[in-house]
């Protein structure tokens, strides 16, 4: 197919890659926005890309705690800026994170069914539809994601006026001031840095041996590796891995805060923990962003909306 100098423009972007390698990219796998980004991290051009990179969605998160034991975070998306700063729109987000605190749905169709709280003559979809005519742009319940300490506490955080919503879920035997503060902080990192897991423990095996493919493929197109041994090319691939899995799993990142540089999440835990005569270890957290994994094309956002008002 014909490559457009959109389509470069949007691969740059994504990527941080040169034009001409886009364009290249794009033409060797016939214009899959997709295949081309895999194609150049394995010829070591690009950085691990993901679909949070191609967002335009507008809209907020928003996070409600019910107690020290349970919270809920949700998305829900405008067509527009203006829109999402409109106070009218930013109170139905409250709601829909108050219902989203309180309910047991397991999934987004059971949730749009529940009956709304603030009016109990309505469902969610309903309140939803209501809204829509009010504020006369198409808005989205994306996603929302409920946690319920069972042996300990959880707390929240919001970045940039409600573009990030952060829960942390803790198993503590003691919760003060001091173990909250700790939370925040570690709720403060996962909004800055994004990890995907809470420790390599949670790595699934299917993440490390595509992540494998992709290191093998950038050592191949490496110059100075060329004519290694096998053992030394399998040996800097299991480097470079766990050099990744450390910027990807929590409790491996260094603690942004930490006095030395060196302190990581986990030592940083474990030191709260000592102060506190607690036994105190991060469970689980969820962090939502405005927008992330919506394609920039505005049809896809319409459609998905048009899917969920005729659910």
């Not at 040996?235 to 540089?261: P, S, T, W």
Request: glycine share 6%.
């Amino acid at each position: 197919m014909a490559i457009s100098a959109s389509m470069v423009k949007e691969l740059r972007e994504m990527s941080g890659a040169g034009m001409m390698d886009c364009k290249k990219a794009l033409t060797e796998t016939d214009g899959d926005m997709d295949a081309a980004v895999e194609l150049l991290r394995k010829k070591g051009q690009a950085k691990a890309i993901t679909k949070a990179s191609r967002i335009a969605a507008e809209g907020l998160c928003k996070v409600v705690i019910k107690d020290d034991k349970t919270a809920a975070v949700v998305e829900v998306n405008s067509e527009t800026d203006f829109v999402a700063k409109n106070e009218e729109f930013q109170k139905f987000v409250t709601a829909v994170a108050e219902q989203a605190v309180a309910s047991d749905a397991a999934d987004m169709e059971a949730f749009l069914a529940e009956s709304w709280i603030a009016d109990a003559s309505k469902t969610v979809k309903e309140a939803l539809l209501d809204k829509v005519a009010v504020i006369g742009e198409n808005l989205n319940i994306r996603r929302f994601e409920k946690v319920v300490a069972e042996n300990g506490c959880v707390v929240s955080y919001t970045h940039g006026g409600g573009r990030i919503g952060v829960i942390v879920e803790a198993d503590t035997d003691v919760v003060n001031d001091a173990i909250k503060e700790a939370l925040t902080n570690i709720a403060m990192q996962i909004a800055a840095l994004s990890p995907k897991y809470v420790s390599t423990a949670d790595v699934s095996e299917e993440y490390k041996e595509h992540e494998k493919v992709i290191l093998k493929e950038q050592i191949a197109n490496d110059p100075k590796m060329a004519g290694k041994p096998d053992k030394v090319i399998e040996g800097a691939v299991i480097g470079r891995l766990n050099k990744e899995l450390k910027e990807v799993c929590l409790l491996e990142q260094i603690y942004v805060k930490a006095e030395d540089g060196k302190q990581t999440v986990s030592q940083y835990v474990s030191q709260v923990a000592k102060e506190n005569s607690a036994k105190f270890a991060v469970k689980k957290f969820v962090r939502f962003e405005t927008g992330e994994g919506l394609e920039k094309k505005e049809e896809n956002f319409a459609e998905e909306v048009a899917k969920q008002m005729n659910a």
